[in-house]
């Protein structure tokens, strides 16, 4: 999952990354609709969240962390 809110160009970003990482993207939640993730990522975001895991990588980040972390919540 990555996590953001419309209008945030850093969340736009942080899509393009991730959607080069992997095939077919991961789901977007806006934060703004979920209150759950709201309270804990709202001054974190973009962030992307392995729900298995429970593990996230908040930005910045890059090609290579992005690919770093899939590998590593894959592989557990």
Known sequence: MLFGTSGCHLCEQAEIIVNACVPGGVDYVDIAEQEQWQEQYAIRIPVLYDPRTKRDLGW?????????????VVSL
């Open 60 to 72: 910045p980040f890059d090609l290579a962390e992005v690919g770093d972390f899939i590998g590593r």
